[in-house]
C-alpha cells in the first residue's frame, strides 16, 4: 500500500471489517497472538520473580511446569483432562460477550447442571445407559441454561447487573448444592464426605479410545466449534454481534435484544452446565462439594485471554489447563503450596487485561518502525 | 437456667447481635466501595482485597502481638491493591470491571499462597467492649459485646456523607464522578482522583476483612470469605452511593447471615446452608426490586460505567 498508512490503520481501528490493506489485516492477526503471548511472557516472568523471594529456583519453576503440563504423555493426558471442563466454562464467559455483557457466574452454572445431571441419572434407575446420558446431558444443559438465563432474564425486565448478579447465582448455587447434597439427596453411606447416591459405573461416559482422557474433551471441542460457526457465521450470531456492538442501533433495525440476550446467556449456561454434567458423568460419579473446584473462576480468565473468540477458546483451555495440572508437580518438587496455581493465574489475567492498551499502538505493525 | 428463661428470644437477640458482629466487614467494604464509585469507577476487586487484609491482619498481629498493628497492615495491602487497580485501570481502553474480576481472583490466590503457614497458630485479636456488664444473661451479654471496629465504622458513615456533601475533597471526587471533563477543566487530574479514591477504598476494605480473620470469625482459614466483598459492592448499588444508606444496609445484611447460627443455636438446624445464604439471596431481591430498565439509577454517578 503506498497511501498513508498511519491514516489506513485508524480507519480500520474504526471499521475492522472496511477495506483495509493487506499488511494491516495481517498486522491485527499478527496483534492478537502477539500481544496475548507477551502478557503471558510477562506473566510468568513475574511469578517466577515471586517464587524468586521465597528461595525457590525460577528455572525449576519454569521446568516443572512444563514438564507437568506437557512434558510426557501423562501429563498431556492430565491437560487434557483438566481443559475439558475449561473450554466449556470459558464458553459461559465468551458467548455473552458477543453481547457486550460480562457473565462470570460460569461457576453456579457448572453445579447446577450437575445437580440436574445427577438427578436425572437417579431417576432413571433401570433405563439403558445410552438413554440415562442423554438424559444427563439434556438435564445438565437445561440447569445451567436456566440459571445463567436467569442472570440475562434479571439484565433485560429489571436492569439487574449481569456481573454483579451472576457472581451472587455462584453462591446461591453452593448454598442450594449443599443443602441438597447434605439434605434430601443424601447417600446415608457417604459418612466423611456428604454426598448424592452414586449414577452407577455403566452410565459413566468412560475414555476416547487410545487414551486416558474422558469423552468430555470432545464434548468441548464441538462445543466451542459450534459456538464459533454460531458466532461468525450465522444470522442469530450477526445479529447478537450487532446488538454487542450498538444496542440502539439493533433496536432500530429491528433485533429482538431480548430474545437474543435470553438465548445467548441459556445457551453459555448451558456449556457450564454440560462441565458440571461431565465432571459427574466422567470423574466424580456424583455430586458433593468436590464439583466447586474452581473451573468456572478459571474459565472467566480463559475467555478473556482468548478475547471472547470460541474457537481461541481452545488452545487457552489448554494452556492453562496445563498449568493446573503442573500444580501437584510444584507441590511435591518444590514445596510451593497449591494456591501457587491461583497466583499465577491471577498475574496473568492482571497482565492480559493491562496489555489490552497496547492494541493498535505496536509501531512496526504501523509501518513506523 | 438463662438458657430456659428466654427461650426462643434468643433467635432476636443472636440475629441483633449478628447483625453488629457480621456487617461490620460489609460496612467497610461498602464504604470504601462508595467512595471509589463516587468518584466513576468501580472496583469488583473488594473481594480479593478483603482476603488479602484478613491474611495480612493475622500474619502481623501473630508476629508482632499487636492486633492493632495488623489493622493497620490491613488497610495498607488494601489500599496496595487498590493503587494497582488504579494504576491498571488509568491505562487506555482497559475495563475498570474486568480488572477488578481479575484482582479478586489474584488478591484471594495471594491470600490463600501466604497465608498457608497462617492457619495453624492462634493470633492476638481485637478485645472487644462490653456492653451488657447490666445484664445477668449470658445471651445478652454475648450480643452486646461490640467491637471498637464497628463503632469506628458507624462513626465513619455520617463523617464521609458530611465530607461529600461539604468538603472540597467530597466535591473533587462527585465532580470526577459525574463529568470527567468538568473535573478536567476545572484543572484536576481525573486518573489522580480516581486513583486516591480507589486507594481509599481499598484501605478501608482491607480494615473490613481485619476484622474478620482478628474479631467475627477470628482466624485465619480459606473459607474465610465466601461473597462478602462482592455482596458489600451490589450493596452500595441498592444504597444510592449513600453513606448512612450504607450503614443500614450493612446492618440488614449483618442480620440476615447470621439468621442461620442464630437458628442452629436454638435447635433449627435443616436448611442451615440455606439460611447462610440468605444476603445473597437478599442482595438479589433487592436489586430485582430496586432496579429499571427504563431509567438510570437516581444517584448513580454518570461516569459509573456499570449503571450505563
Known amino acids: ?369 | 437456667m438463662a438458657d430456659g428463661s428466654i427461650g426462643l428470644w434468643t433467635v432476636p437477640l443472636a440475629v441483633f447481635g449478628g447483625a453488629i458482629r457480621v456487617s461490620t466487614p460489609f460496612l467497610f467494604v461498602s464504604l470504601g466501595e462508595c467512595i471509589t464509585e463516587r468518584s466513576g469507577r468501580i472496583n469488583l476487586g473488594l473481594e480479593g482485597t478483603l482476603v488479602m487484609g484478613a491474611m495480612s491482619a493475622y500474619g502481623i498481629s501473630y508476629l508482632s502481638g499487636s492486633p492493632w498493628l495488623g489493622v493497620l497492615a490491613a488497610g495498607l495491602t488494601g489500599a496496595l491493591l487498590g493503587a494497582l487497580h488504579a494504576g491498571i485501570c488509568s491505562l487506555p481502553r482497559v475495563n475498570d470491571v474486568a480488572v477488578g474480576i481479575a484482582l479478586m481472583l489474584f488478591g484471594t490466590g495471594l491470600a490463600f499462597y501466604l497465608g498457608k503457614p497462617l492457619i495453624e497458630p492462634t493470633a492476638a485479636r481485637l478485645p472487644a467492649i462490653d456492653f451488657g456488664w447490666w445484664s445477668d444473661i449470658a445471651q445478652v451479654r454475648a450480643a452486646l459485646r461490640i467491637n471498637v471496629l464497628f463503632l469506628i465504622g458507624v462513626a465513619l458513615a455520617p463523617l464521609l456523607f458530611w465530607a461529600f456533601k461539604t468538603t472540597r475533597w467530597g466535591l473533587l471526587i462527585r465532580t470526577a464522578g459525574e463529568s470527567a471533563d468538568a473535573a478536567r477543566a476545572m484543572g484536576h487530574s481525573v486518573l489522580l482522583i480516581r486513583l486516591r479514591a480507589t486507594m481509599v477504598g481499598g484501605f478501608l476494605a482491607g480494615i473490613g476483612g481485619s476484622f474478620l480473620s482478628l474479631f467475627y470469625p477470628g482466624s485465619w482459614n480459606e473459607g474465610l470469605s465466601s461473597g462478602q466483598g462482592i455482596t458489600a459492592v451490589a450493596l452500595v448499588i441498592f444504597a444510592r452511593w449513600d453513606p448512612m444508606l450504607c450503614l443500614w444496609a450493612s446492618l440488614a445484611f449483618g442480620g440476615a447471615a447470621a439468621l442461620g447460627p442464630a437458628l442452629q443455636s436454638v435447635g433449627i438446624t435443616s436448611g442451615y446452608h440455606l439460611f447462610n445464604a440468605a444476603p445473597y439471596i437478599l442482595t438479589l431481591a433487592i436489586m430485582i426490586i430496586t432496579c429499571s430498565p427504563k431509567r438510570t439509577l437516581t444517584g448513580a454517578p454518570a461516569e459509573l460505567s456499570i449503571t450505563r
Request: charged share 10%; aromatic share 8%.
Open chain 1, 1 to 369: 500500500m503506498t497511501t498513508d498508512t498511519a491514516d489506513s490503520v485508524e480507519a480500520a481501528a474504526i471499521a475492522p471489517a472496511a477495506d483495509a490493506g493487506f499488511l494491516q489485516r495481517h498486522g491485527q492477526v499478527i496483534e492478537y497472538i502477539l500481544i496475548p503471548g507477551a502478557a503471558l511472557a510477562g506473566a510468568l516472568v513475574v511469578f517466577g520473580g515471586f517464587v524468586a523471594l521465597f528461595g525457590k529456583n525460577p528455572l525449576d519453576l519454569y521446568f516443572y511446569m512444563y514438564y507437568g503440563a506437557f512434558g510426557t504423555w501423562f501429563s498431556w493426558q492430565n491437560t487434557l483432562t483438566r481443559a475439558a471442563p475449561l473450554i466449556l466454562t470459558a464458553l459461559c464467559t465468551a458467548l455473552p460477550a458477543q453481547l457486550g455483557m460480562v457473565i462470570i457466574g460460569g461457576e453456579g452454572a457448572l453445579l447446577i447442571g450437575a445437580l440436574a445431571a445427577t438427578s436425572a441419572a437417579l431417576a432413571l434407575p433401570s433405563a439403558p445407559p445410552l438413554v440415562v446420558q442423554c438424559a444427563m446431558v439434556l438435564a445438565g444443559i437445561t440447569g445451567g441454561g436456566l440459571w445463567i438465563m436467569l442472570a440475562g432474564g434479571l439484565r433485560q425486565f429489571r436492569g439487574v447487573n449481569e456481573t454483579i448478579s451472576s457472581l451472587l447465582l455462584v453462591y446461591i448455587a453452593l448454598a442450594i448444592l449443599n443443602h441438597l447434597v447434605e439434605g434430601p439427596m443424601r447417600d446415608p453411606l457417604s459418612l466423611n464426605k456428604p454426598s448424592t447416591r452414586e449414577i452407577g459405573a455403566a452410565n459413566m461416559i468412560g475414555t476416547i479410545p487410545g487414551m486416558d482422557v474422558h469423552w468430555g474433551l470432545v464434548f468441548g471441542l464441538v462445543a466451542a466449534v459450534a459456538s464459533y460457526v454460531l458466532i461468525y457465521h450465522t444470522t442469530f450470531g450477526f445479529a447478537a454481534r450487532v446488538a454487542g456492538g450498538n444496542i440502539r442501533a439493533a433496536r432500530i433495525v429491528g433485533l429482538s435484544v431480548g430474545r437474543l440476550i435470553l438465548t445467548v446467556c441459556f445457551l453459555a449456561g448451558g456449556a457450564a452446565g454440560l462441565a458440571g454434567m461431565i465432571e459427574v458423568a466422567a470423574v466424580q460419579g456424583r455430586t458433593n462439594a468436590n464439583l466447586a473446584a474452581g473451573y468456572g473462576f478459571t474459565g472467566i480468565l480463559v475467555a478473556f485471554l482468548a478475547r471472547q473468540n470460541p474457537l481461541a477458546v481452545i488452545p487457552v483451555a489448554i494452556l492453562l489447563g496445563g498449568i493446573s495440572a503442573s500444580g501437584g508437580l510444584l507441590q511435591r518438587r518444590l514445596g510451593l503450596p497449591d494456591a501457587s496455581v491461583l497466583v499465577l493465574q491471577g498475574i496473568i489475567f492482571v497482565f492480559v487485561l493491562a496489555s489490552d492498551a497496547l492494541y493498535g499502538r505496536i509501531g512496526f505493525l504501523k509501518g513506523k518502525v
